[in-house]
């Protein structure tokens, strides 16, 4: 039977999928988020806004969830300083815009860089920094849902926010504008999400062989 979620747990700091470029996807693929059955795009767009909701987030792109597919979600809410103050239903009602973006492109617009804004991302928990240069202004060109062609314009934090989902399509994490010395303060936290990302892909990989088939499944003495 089809496991259907209502959550998908969102990867870690580690895992080989966050480093990977994704590919492009059309509105009318299917897709297969591991350890769970085949969905509808709009399924998976659903239920990545909820999983985004429920971490108290602005944006989760697909690979954050295991997917290799140049996907993201992303939220304007009316107050920036208060995302991470309520409860889930009251963070919902924040929200002034919802967007899913596939295949999106972003051009710069304004290359005026902004580097005071405090980032952090869902792949690495409780790690937040300041001095991530973002441009200050940018469009989005991307399809929707429906196979529709999008365009919208950002500036400060929502453009921030698009420009580091839209990373995270091209394998890159916001550590990666960093310097070393800033990192090497969070080197144990980041060595333990590293140890928990390959044990949850231990425990998904033990998961996906016993969905299998007995007649597929690895026969050992």
Same mark, same amino acid.
């Given at each position: 039977?089809? &496991? ?26 299917? *897709? ?10 709009? $399924? ?34 009316? !107050?920036?300083?208060? $995302? ?25 617009? !304004?290359?005026?860089? !902004?580097?005071?804004?405090? $980032? ?5 928990? !409780? ?17 929707? *849902?429906?196979?529709?062609? &999008? ?42 999400? #590293? ?11 033990? &998961?996906?062989? #016993? &969905? ?10």
């Amino acid at each position: 039977m089809t &496991q259907v979620p209502s959550l998908y747990p969102i990867r870690l700091y580690g895992d080989p999928v966050l480093r990977r470029k994704a590919r492009p996807l059309k509105h009318t693929d299917t *897709l297969t988020v591991p350890g769970y059955g085949s969905q509808s795009l709009r $399924e998976v767009a659903n239920t990545m806004l909820e999983t985004m909701f429920e971490a108290r987030g602005v944006g989760l792109a697909a690979p954050q969830v295991g997917l290799g597919v140049r996907m993201f979600v992303a939220v304007e809410y009316d !107050d920036n300083e208060e $995302e991470n103050e309520g409860q889930e239903t009251e963070l919902k009602s924040k929200v002034l815009r919802d967007f899913v973006m596939l295949n999106p492109k972003v051009t710069v617009i !304004d290359k005026k860089k !902004d580097r005071a804004e405090t $980032e952090g991302c869902l792949s690495i928990p !409780d790690v937040y920094e300041e001095g991530v240069p973002r441009a200050r202004a940018v469009r989005v060109d991307y399809t929707d *849902l429906d196979g529709n062609p &999008q365009t919208v314009e950002a500036e400060d934090y929502l453009a921030r926010v698009f420009q580091h989902e839209n990373d995270h399509l091209n394998g890159k994490l916001f550590l990666d504008y960093l310097p070393q010395d800033v990192l090497n303060d969070h080197r144990a936290a980041l060595l333990s999400m #590293q140890r928990q990302a390959k044990l949850n892909l231990e425990r998904l990989a033990q &998961q996906a062989r #016993q &969905q299998q088939p007995d007649g597929h499944r690895d026969k050992r003495l």
